[in-house]
């Protein structure tokens, strides 16, 4: 069983940034991948970011691409996402997850279906 607990979201104006950090509970955080996604009301929650269990690899979604930077220290059991240039379309509910992967392929790693723990979610607010 792993628990994810989100911090870090707040109200931030556009073009601000925003670090979000997910604690994970258990001693075998680096077997999973980690991945973050987000849902606004009324729509599906969707794939924002993802790294492996090493953290050499990472992927994203492309309107975070070149924004955003994904990372994670094995040994606090952390991921965190660094989210930079906000835009109000980056306004939602974040969340992380956890999940074990056979390969890393992308195709898998942003189904959210593919992830067995999930965090309770953390709001990023982005004013125009």
């Known amino acids: 069983q792993v628990q994810l607990v989100e911090s870090g979201g707040g109200l931030v104006q556009a073009g601000g940034s925003l670090r979000l950090s997910c604690a994970a509970s258990?001693?075998?955080?680096?077997?999973?991948?980690m991945g973050w996604f987000r849902q606004t009301p009324g729509n599906e929650r969707e794939f924002v970011a993802a790294i492996s269990g090493s953290g050499g690899s990472t992927y994203f979604l492309d309107s975070v691409k070149g924004r955003s930077t994904i990372s994670r220290d094995n040994a606090k059991n952390t991921v965190y996402l660094q989210m930079n240039s906000l835009k109000p379309e980056d306004t939602a509910v974040y969340y992380c997850?956890?999940?074990?992967?056979?390969?890393?392929?992308?195709?898998?790693?942003?189904?959210?279906?593919?992830?067995?723990?999930w965090g309770q979610g953390t709001q990023v607010t982005v004013s125009s």
């Open positions: 997850a956890a999940g074990v992967f056979p390969i890393w392929n992308m195709g898998l790693i942003r189904e959210r279906k593919n992830y067995s723990y």
């Open positions: 258990g001693r075998t955080f680096s077997s999973y991948v």
